[in-house]
Structure formats: structure tokens, C-alpha cells
């Protein structure tokens, strides 16, 4: 652990072919402030400017994941560090960070091409939030914008990238399937929340397996999941508990066709008494396929 590590998922571009499905889902659904800029979509739950920024492209996918350092002399101990591990990063124009409503930008790539980009300083709205429907709002601060899940298909080479690069740290394993043919999910954490990263070693169609956005009470997870199956969007995986992490959440498709894990409840982590295991299944109970 060092001051240079990142501290949290702080913003998500992703790519979509239908930006009027995610504007009604932003809003009906997941009851965040979704607002037009430009030709993109900028979607804000708390004080930061926006969390999601979703442009039209044909990926339907994650484009780039933008972590948070402490300041300035982080950023530029982080790019060292990066560097040596053979991940050079290119430092952006004050436009571009303007652009990201940040002081300070660098940009480089996962061993799997994910755009990466480090930053520091990002800018809070000077208005207050409004969600479009009752609601308590989302847990992120310091732990921030939740949590997002990618397919990795080299195990070792993400460790290398995320952990010894960024800095994350091992929270747990969870290991699935018959012994000698098991797969291994790696949860990583860089602040109290539990996991701000886990690595599935599967193919998928997408990069992005999912993000969570965590709510403050289980009447909030409650009120997700009527909206969502009021909106007629799919539910992929029924309200449960998990081993690691204790959220409860359910799971619903977003119009790009990776998941949104709505939650409540997960664990936080104090590096100085954690201790990292194995789990050998995903829930204590629920998170069942539909049918
Ligand atoms: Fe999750």
C-alpha cells in the first residue's frame, strides 16, 4: 500500500447505441439526473458533475474507467510507477481534463486495451442534485462511484496491471465449478469499500460484466427493483445476499446489455485487520436466474 495508489473508481464512459433507451433508464429506472451534453449523456448521483457518460458508439461497452489519485504528486509517482511496469501513460491537455471535469488527466491502457484514465481534482456541481423520483440517493464519497466488474481473460497480467500498477489490493476470491475446472473471481479493493474492481477470467461478449450502484437501504433496493420491473427491463438475477462482500442487490439489464447490480448493505474494509479467504459460492441465498 502507498500514498501513489489510486482511491476510486471515480468516472465510466461507455459506449451505447441507444441513448434515449439509457435517458429513460437512467431516470425511470435507476433514478439518477441524466442530462444531455452535446450528443452525449451525462448522468450525476451525488455532488461530482457526472459519474456515466454515455456516447453513441456501436460498442454498447465500457470505453474508458477513470480512477481517482490524491493529488498531483500522486499522479505524477503513479505514471513512474506505470511506466516501469510497461504501461507508459500519456499525460492529457488541460482541454481534455477540462473535458473530464478534472485538474489533471493521464491516459494509458489495461493489458487488455481498456482506456485508463488516472486523475485528480474532479470538479463538484455547483447545483444541488436533484434524482427524479423519491429517494435517498447513493453511497460514494470516498468509496466512490460503486463498483464494476470485467471479463479478464490473462488472470495474471490484470493483477499485474491493477494491483502491482494501480495499486489495488486483494479483498477475496471466489472460486466456481467442479474442482480441477474452476473459475477464480478476484476482488480488489482501494478504499473501505469491498470491492471497487473484480476480474472474472471468462470470455464474455462485453469488457463490462456490470456495475453496482449501492443505495442506502434495503426499502431502496426494494423501490429499484419495482421500477425496474414496472419499466418492463429484464431482471437477470433475483434479489440475494452474497458471501463476500454481504450486499444484497439484484441485477437488471441496461440498454447496452451488460448488468446494473442495485445493493445495499456491502462490507467495508479496514486494511489493518482484513483478513483475504476464498469463498465457494456467489450468495447466502437469491440471485437466481429468472424462471
Ligand atoms: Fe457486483
Redesign the pocket.
Known amino acids: 500500500m502507498s500514498d501513489h495508489d489510486v482511491t476510486a473508481l471515480g468516472y465510466l464512459e461507455i459506449g451505447a447505441t441507444d441513448l434515449d433507451a439509457w435517458q429513460r433508464y437512467a431516470t425511470d429506472v435507476l433514478n439518477v439526473a441524466c442530462k444531455e451534453a452535446d450528443d452525449t449523456l451525462l448522468i450525476r448521483y451525488d455532488d461530482i458533475c457526472w459519474r456515466l457518460r454515455i456516447v453513441p458508439s456501436a460498442a454498447d461497452d465500457i470505453i474508458a474507467a477513470g480512477f481517482e489519485v490524491a493529488d498531483e504528486q500522486s499522479l505524477a509517482a503513479l505514471e513512474e510507477r506505470l511506466e516501469s511496469l510497461g504501461f507508459p501513460a500519456q499525460r492529457a491537455s488541460s482541454q481534455q481534463a477540462d473535458a473530464r471535469s478534472v485538474t489533471a488527466l493521464a491516459i494509458t491502457h489495461d493489458p487488455f486495451g481498456l482506456q485508463i484514465e488516472l486523475y485528480t481534482g474532479a470538479r463538484s456541481s455547483s447545483e444541488p442534485l436533484s434524482l427524479p423520483q423519491p429517494g435517498n440517493g447513493y453511497i460514494t464519497g470516498a468509496q466512490g462511484l460503486g463498483?464494476m466488474?470485467l471479463t479478464a481473460a490473462d488472470q495474471a497480467q490484470a493483477e499485474r496491471f491493477y494491483m502491482q500498477g494501480l495499486g489495488f489490493r486483494l479483498s477475496d476470491h471466489i472460486l466456481l465449478g467442479p474442482e480441477g475446472n474452476q473459475l477464480q473471481l478476484t476482488f480488489l479493493h482501494c478504499n473501505p469499500r469491498h470491492h471497487t474492481l473484480?476480474l472474472a477470467p471468462m470470455p464474455g461478449p462485453k469488457r463490462l460484466h456490470?456495475i453496482?450502484l449501492q443505495v442506502t437501504s434495503l426499502d431502496e433496493v426494494g423501490h429499484g427493483l419495482d421500477r425496474a420491473v414496472r419499466s418492463g427491463v429484464p431482471v437477470t438475477s433475483s434479489l440475494g445476499k452474497h458471501t463476500n462482500d454481504h450486499m444484497v442487490s439484484f441485477y437488471m439489464r441496461t440498454p447496452s446489455g451488460f448488468d446494473v447490480?442495485y445493493g445495499c448493505g456491502g462490507l467495508e474494509i479496514d486494511d489493518a485487520t482484513w483478513r483475504t479467504g476464498t469463498h465457494y459460492v456467489t450468495s447466502f441465498w437469491g440471485h437466481r436466474p429468472p424462471g
Open positions: 463498483h466488474v473484480a456490470h453496482m447490480e
